[in-house]
């Protein structure tokens, strides 16, 4: 089956530094990559996905990129602030309605 | 709020009890999707259902089952507890024709 491996695991930054999160997946079939975030004790919140047709994608201060070539993709986050700071996770699908598969989440620290 | 509804929030109980968490996803969605998430396996899929129908299983224990309902809403029954069970419990919900899938706030489940 499909195995998503994120990187960094942790990640600590200076306020209005940028940010950038790396996964790779496994199987070829996935065409669906979508990033959450989840701040502590809550619900893991999406907030940004990219299908295989694309290459980025960008909204406000957030893009993703993707390399179906290398199949990997990241996450970047610009202007960081504390609010940022949560756990972040990528998954990919292989279709719609399919199950995700999430990478194992790198927790971003921002400090002020 | 994504519009989908977990109960209850917090469970405690004890070594070779049942319990049973409830789902109901947001309004027109057809797929509900139940996801496990402890420290150190992080967020991984169990067991998905559409339109009443299981559609697929991971890494669901045999001590565990699922059902959905006419109403859609959906149930994860947990027997036979285990120290190893306790975790936080998440269903997302989509269309069923589209990637996206939204997360409710979880349940927290502590096996003492």
């Known amino acids: 089956g499909e195995n998503v491996e994120q990187h960094p695991s942790t990640l600590s930054v200076q306020e209005g530094d940028s940010a950038v999160i790396k996964c790779t997946y496994s199987d070829s079939a996935s065409n669906y990559f979508p990033w959450y975030k989840q701040e502590l004790g809550k619900r893991p919140q999406l907030i940004i996905d990219?299908?295989?047709?694309?290459g980025e994608k960008k909204d406000q201060r957030i893009a993703v990129t993707l390399n179906k070539t290398a199949k990997h993709f990241s996450l970047h986050i610009t202007e960081t602030q504390p609010e940022d700071s949560a756990v972040y996770f990528c998954a990919a699908s292989m279709a719609a309605g399919n199950k995700l598969t999430f990478g194992g989440g790198t927790r971003v620290l921002v400090k002020p | 709020d994504s519009g989908v509804t977990q109960t209850p929030k917090h469970l405690i109980t004890a070594t070779g009890q049942r319990v049973t968490l409830r789902c109901s996803p947001r309004?027109?969605?057809?797929?509900v999707y139940w996801y496990q998430q402890s420290l150190d396996q992080g967020l991984q899929f169990l067991i998905q259902?559409?339109?009443?129908?299981?559609?697929a299983k991971g890494n669901i224990l045999e001590r565990f089952s699922a059902q959905q309902f006419p109403d859609l809403h959906s149930e994860l029954n947990l027997s036979s507890l285990e120290l190893g069970d306790s975790a936080l419990y998440f269903c997302a919900s989509g269309s069923g024709d589209r990637e996206t899938q939204y997360f409710g706030p979880g349940t927290r489940l502590l096996v003492l």
């Open positions: 990219i299908r295989s047709n694309v």
């Open positions: 309004s027109g969605d057809l797929s």
């Open positions: 259902y559409y339109n009443g129908e299981e559609r």
